[in-house]
């Protein structure tokens, strides 16, 4: 089932929280809403699954205009928070949706026990039917959020911030158990994110959001390596700006100033200046991460900061020290030419 | 020994303290006047003790007072809990104002309310001279002890489920909603079990308190013997024929009854909230 968002703005009285906002999910995949918070990715969210109404614009199940009634919408939604019931065992949690459809729809007993532990299998844990959400970890809270939502066989999964109030071991862990979960079920799902990590690792398709607005879409290598805006490359991962300053002989522009983005990796660290206009820096902290090597670095000139990761075997043969003055220039520039913002 | 060996082990010290405290207090308060009630029960003999507490008048008041008390608190279970929902869910001119009236029974002095309810619904009263014609007499009834009742045990069940509700997520009903739930569906399987607890509390609350008023009842009553004489009345008549061996025969009796109420209702409270960890 894909959806297709199409021309939605939400205002909430002065606030404009989305401001025209086109994206399609194709059916099937697994797309993440990336976005700091109160860019209006969880909004969205809930516009989708029919739980507020755009002020315009309309969403599409299937090329189909979406039910006004979060009822009818089939849609499954899972909170940040898990919501589930709290005086309900994880068994009739999970029930729920099959037992309060109306009687001619509703299946037998039977078919909603073997459903449900179906389902309890699915998210491994089937031992724990009898238990109340309080004696579960967060993990196997949201983990039954998870079945409640898919036992009604949603036309499409809607998650807001699945892991955001789990422990950073156990979010790893489920973010990686949710990935594999979506390639064994195939059900279109979109889930929102502040964590550009946890996009970046889960996701089919990344959609990133600033201030109520599309930035990109794309896979994740694609907003990684080719990021559309300024606010995408810093969004994704530490980022070194280099700001154009006018060389002698041209024409200072006052309205437009390029900066310069380049990440950590793509910058060259050398003891000799080769000449190409390479900055002189000094080393201010060597940070060994493992595989890389991070340097923190003072520009010379202006005193600004910048980061470097080299691999480790090069680090091993030039040995920087701090306190040391190096050159560094960007392999793989990529400039912008923005409005001049104070 | 288990106790003060894990006493030790607490972070915050006091244990011991606070324990000796809670102990002392309530005996004094409690546990010892309760007891000098029942020591001067035991003069009378156990014929006598019988004979008192088994009189027609005696049996008559306990069943009007705890029926009329537990009327009164399922009448406030079922309305605190509305109130409490209103006042919670929706935000409506003069709602401050509103909130305040609820604690008003607490505030106002009992003879002040019986006599203003007895005014009123008497049978040239306010409210009393439209439901008399309809053949509902309130003042001086068994139904008039009830309405006092329910005036002055509401905000209990107001004041112990606002806070439940309030703390009730959104979300809950979202996430019902989403799984097809109906708006019924979601207020009986979802909304009530989790206010339950609450309600219960507050039910328990103001029956205790309807079992154990006497000021407002006593002006609205009538206080018939028989039809419209509620216990405390009972025992202070034979207070003051100087019988203070029957009087606390029967306030032994009544205290026994409402301790077996509240304990069943405790439990009651207990199963209720089994999914709390």
Redesign the interface.
């Known amino acids: 089932m894909s959806i297709e968002v199409s021309g939605v703005s939400k205002q909430f009285g002065a606030f404009t929280a989305l401001q025209d906002i086109s994206l399609t999910v194709p059916s099937g995949e697994l797309v993440a809403l990336l976005g700091p918070s109160g860019c209006g990715k969880t909004t969205l969210l809930r516009i989708i699954?029919g739980?507020e109404s755009p002020d315009r614009g309309e969403i599409l199940f299937n090329g189909e205009n979406a039910h006004d009634d979060?009822?009818e919408?089939?849609?499954?939604?899972v909170?940040q928070?898990y919501?589930l019931?709290?005086?309900?065992?994880v068994f009739d949690n999970v029930a729920?949706?099959l037992t309060?459809?109306p009687r001619k729809e509703r299946p037998s007993k039977g078919a909603i026990r073997e459903r449900v532990h179906e389902l309890l299998k699915l998210i491994q844990l089937e031992g724990i039917a009898d238990r109340?959400?309080?004696?579960l970890s967060g993990g196997q809270r949201q983990r039954v959020?998870l079945a409640?939502?898919l036992?009604?066989e949603p036309k499409v999964l809607l998650l807001d911030e699945p892991f955001g109030a789990l422990d950073a071991k156990v979010r790893i862990e489920l973010r990686r158990w949710l990935r594999r979960l979506h390639d064994e079920i195939h059900v279109t799902s979109v889930f929102v994110t502040h964590d550009q990590e946890e996009a970046l690792e889960v996701a089919d398709r990344i959609v990133v959001m600033n201030k109520g607005k599309v930035e990109q879409q794309g896979t994740p290598d694609e907003v990684y390596s080719r990021p559309a805006s300024p606010f995408v490359y810093s969004f994704l991962g530490t980022v070194n700006m280099f700001h154009a300053r006018p060389q002698a002989g041209q024409t200072a522009s006052t309205e437009h100033h390029s900066v310069g983005y380049a990440r950590p990796h793509e910058i060259d660290v050398s003891r000799q200046d080769p000449g190409n206009g390479a900055i002189a820096v000094t080393v201010s902290r060597v940070l060994p991460l493992g595989a890389i090597v991070r340097l923190e670095l003072a520009r010379v000139d202006t005193g600004g900061l910048m980061e470097a990761e080299i691999p480790r075997e090069k680090h091993e043969e030039l040995w920087f020290t701090t306190g040391e003055q190096v050159y560094v220039s960007p392999k793989n520039l990529v400039v912008f030419v923005e409005d001049y913002q104070i | 020994m288990s106790i003060t060996k894990s006493a030790h082990n607490r972070v915050l010290p006091g244990f011991g303290l606070t324990l000796g405290y809670t102990i002392f207090y309530l005996s004094v308060i409690v546990l010892i006047p309760l007891s000098a009630l029942f020591f001067k029960t035991a003069t009378l003999s156990w014929g006598d003790f019988v004979a008192t507490v088994i009189s027609p008048r005696v049996i008559a008041s306990f069943r009007l007072t705890f029926g009329a008390a537990i009327a009164a608190a399922v009448a406030n279970a079922v309305f605190g809990t509305l109130v409490a929902w209103v006042l919670v869910r929706y935000r409506f001119p003069g709602k401050k104002l509103a909130d305040a009236l609820v604690d008003l029974p607490f505030a106002l002095p009992t003879a002040v309310a019986g006599i203003t309810l007895a005014t009123v619904y008497s049978s040239n009263g306010w409210l009393g001279k439209y439901l008399e014609p309809l053949g509902i007499k309130v003042a001086f009834t068994p139904l008039g002890i009830t309405v006092a009742m329910v005036f002055i045990g509401l905000p209990f069940v107001v004041r112990t489920v606002q806070p439940v509700l309030e703390e009730l997520e959104p979300e809950l009903e979202e996430a019902a909603a989403c799984l097809g739930a109906n708006r019924w569906q979601t207020i009986r399987r979802v909304l009530l079990p989790s206010i339950t607890p609450a309600v219960i509390t507050g039910f328990a609350l103001a029956f205790a308190r309807g079992v154990g008023e006497y000021g407002s009842i006593i002006f609205i009553a009538g206080n018939m013997p028989m039809k419209s004489e509620i216990t405390p009345l009972l025992i202070i008549t034979k207070l003051e024929q100087y019988d203070y061996a029957g009087a606390t025969a029967i306030a032994s009796v009544m205290l026994v009854i409402s301790f077996v109420m509240l304990l069943v209702i405790n439990i009651l409270q207990k199963w209720s909230r089994r999914y709390a960890a």
């Open positions: 699954a739980l979060v009822r919408r089939q849609v499954g939604f909170f928070h919501a019931f709290r005086h309900m065992t729920f949706g309060v459809r109340y959400p309080a004696q959020a409640r939502a036992a009604v």
